[in-house]
């Protein structure tokens, strides 16, 4: 199984294609979609519409803090613009589409992988998985081998050994990292439809269950196109300037 692990799509159309187009290049066949599929962005609703066809296909997708926003009372930890995006997404999207995302579980589990967008020790609560120490608390909470999270729009593998020890790496674009066995891993694959890392590329991840191998990738897309439109439909220009910065 070659399984493409696309988070934090943000209303992206432009950018979800491109990272689509790119998994079927590399002979994806099976998509895990770790939330946040809304909000930012200017496409929402094509976003979703996408995403349910692949998980009527067969796809997994977990549901993310602007997805959860989206169809309830909007939190008071998000800042005043993600609050702005947020209303105006839920004026575009239509009862089913806003149904599709209520019903979206917090966390999926198949042959020992977990899919949660944000820590596994509490996915209700939001935690980023922003160093050794919370990815040390999202692994403790689960037995599974690997977990996949989203949440954090950058990159990072991290590996606990059997006494309890934590490494990170920070991937780059096109690199393949071989898993071992004897280790347990939660890996962030960074934001398809917003990056921050400097690096306006989409970013996206593929997990190869036969060679036990993850590769991260960095695909280039029209970030001019969807800037501009976030800017057209009258959303905050910071968000506009986030795809052009990659910040």
Same mark, same amino acid.
């Given at each position: 199984?070659?399984?493409? %692990?696309?988070?934090?799509?943000?209303?992206?159309?432009?950018?979800?294609? $491109?990272?689509?187009?790119?998994?079927?290049?590399?002979?994806?066949?099976?998509?895990?979609?770790?939330?946040?599929?809304?909000?930012? @962005?200017?496409? *929402?609703?094509?976003?979703?519409?996408?995403?349910?066809?692949?998980?009527?296909?067969?796809?997994?997708? +977990?549901?993310?803090?602007?997805?959860?926003?989206?169809?309830?009372?909007?939190? !008071?930890?998000?800042?005043?613009?993600?609050?702005?995006?947020?209303?105006?997404?839920?004026?575009?999207?239509?009862? =089913?589409? %806003? =149904?599709?995302?209520?019903?979206?579980? !917090?966390?999926?589990?198949?042959?020992?992988? %977990?899919? +949660?967008? $944000?820590?596994?020790?509490?996915?209700?609560?939001?935690?980023?998985?922003?160093?050794?120490?919370?990815?040390?608390?999202?692994?403790?909470?689960?037995?599974?081998?690997?977990?996949?999270?989203?949440? +954090?729009? &950058? *990159?990072? %593998?991290?590996?606990?050994?059997? &006494?309890?020890?934590?490494?990170?790496?920070?991937?780059? @674009?096109?690199?393949?990292?071989? !898993?071992? !066995?004897?280790?347990?891993?939660? $890996?962030?694959?960074?934001? +398809?439809?917003?990056?921050? &890392?400097?690096? *306006?590329?989409?970013?996206?991840?593929?997990?190869? &269950?036969?060679?036990?191998?993850?590769?991260?990738?960095?695909?280039?897309?029209?970030?001019?196109?969807?800037?501009?439109?976030?800017?057209?439909?009258?959303?905050?220009?910071?968000?506009?300037?986030?795809?052009?910065? @990659?910040?």
């Amino acid at each position: 199984m070659r399984l493409a %692990l696309l988070t934090d799509l943000h209303a992206n159309r432009e950018a979800v294609s $491109a990272c689509l187009l790119h998994a079927e290049q590399q002979q994806a066949d099976r998509y895990a979609f770790l939330g946040d599929l809304v909000g930012y @962005g200017a496409d *929402p609703a094509w976003v979703v519409d996408t995403v349910m066809h692949y998980v009527a296909r067969g796809a997994i997708a +977990v549901q993310g803090n602007h997805d959860h926003a989206a169809v309830c009372a909007t939190r !008071l930890q998000m800042h005043a613009e993600a609050r702005e995006a947020i209303e105006w997404t839920r004026t575009r999207l239509s009862a =089913a589409q %806003l =149904a599709f995302l209520e019903q979206l579980p !917090l966390t999926a589990e198949q042959d020992g992988l %977990l899919f +949660v967008h $944000a820590s596994a020790q509490q996915p209700s609560a939001w935690e980023y998985v922003s160093g050794s120490a919370e990815a040390a608390r999202s692994m403790e909470a689960e037995h599974c081998r690997i977990i996949f999270c989203g949440h +954090v729009h &950058d *990159p990072a %593998l991290y590996r606990r050994t059997a &006494d309890g020890r934590i490494g990170c790496h920070t991937p780059r @674009g096109g690199s393949h990292v071989p !898993l071992q !066995l004897q280790h347990q891993y939660l $890996a962030i694959p960074g934001s +398809v439809g917003q990056p921050r &890392d400097g690096i *306006p590329s989409a970013c996206y991840a593929l997990f190869d &269950d036969v060679s036990f191998e993850l590769s991260y990738f960095r695909v280039p897309y029209d970030n001019g196109a969807a800037a501009r439109k976030v800017i057209e439909v009258g959303l905050p220009i910071v968000f506009a300037m986030r795809l052009i910065e @990659g910040l």
